[in-house]
């Protein structure tokens, strides 16, 4: 099984600032990584998959990079609405896994 | 639109069973593999089960091999869980989600999800 680490825990911002987010994986997922985001009360919102690639309506401010075991989330300028929660999740082989989530916060 | 949404949750007692369904519209469904993801509250996401379009592959979670089964109707459009010899630790919401790609038997990524059912295990 594929063990993904995402980091940090907790991410504490300010809207208009740049959003950094990793995640690790324990093995090579080549490029199967996907990103999503989840609202309280809310199902996830896919964002990113295949590591750099917008889903439908997402806007340009999300992107996704990196390749292997190593990937990154950013998030350009925050606005009011990107604070949530972030998980990665890998599709490189079964079962498939989910990170444990960043929490994105306002400062 | 695009949408699936879930029901069956409830109050179980541990040992007991539990179905959920999920009704997929607005998509061809038979053309998709679907799966099931749940959630405790206050925690992360886990993936528990798969199942290709064409009901030719299904995969699962160590958590829940041999207790739960995945199925789908296709002329239905409906995707199940039959959840036998729950826990206290199958406690969850529980997401029906598709592949964003069809046929295949792609472990995600996921591009469209229910809104969930809760599922409560408790004596």
């Known amino acids: 099984e594929v063990v993904l680490t995402q980091s940090p825990a907790t991410l504490s911002l300010s809207p208009g600032e740049r959003a950094t987010l990793s995640c690790r994986a324990s093995?090579?997922?080549?490029?199967?990584l996907a990103w999503y985001q989840q609202k309280p009360g809310q199902a996830p919102r896919l964002l990113i998959y295949?590591?750099?690639k917008r889903a439908t309506g997402i806007p340009a401010r999300f992107s996704g990079s990196g390749s292997g075991t190593d990937f990154t989330l950013t998030i350009s300028s925050l606005e009011p609405e990107d604070f949530a929660v972030y998980y990665c999740?890998?599709?490189?082989?079964?079962?498939?896994?989910f990170g444990q989530g960043t929490r994105l916060e306002i400062k | 639109q695009v949408q699936l949404v879930e029901s069956g949750g409830g109050v179980v007692q541990p040992g007991g069973s539990l179905r959920l369904s999920c009704v997929a519209s607005?998509?061809?469904?038979?053309?998709?593999?679907m799966h099931w993801v749940r959630q405790v509250p206050g925690k992360g996401l886990e993936w528990i089960q798969f199942?290709?379009?064409?009901?030719?592959?299904?995969q699962s979670a160590d958590s829940v091999k041999g207790r739960f089964t995945i199925s789908r109707d296709n002329s239905r459009n409906t995707l199940y869980l039959q959840m036998n010899s729950l826990s206290l630790e199958d406690t969850a919401v529980y997401y029906c989600?598709?592949?964003?790609?069809?046929?295949?038997?792609?472990?995600?990524?996921?591009?469209?999800w229910g809104q969930g059912t809760l599922v409560t295990v408790s004596s």
């Open positions: 093995r090579s997922v080549s490029a199967y």
């Open positions: 999740q890998q599709r490189s082989g079964w079962p498939a896994t």
């Open positions: 989600t598709k592949n964003r790609d069809s046929v295949g038997s792609y472990a995600g990524p996921f591009d469209i």
């Open positions: 607005g998509f061809a469904f038979a053309t998709y593999g």
């Open positions: 295949d590591v750099f």
């Open positions: 199942i290709r379009s064409d009901e030719t592959e299904k």
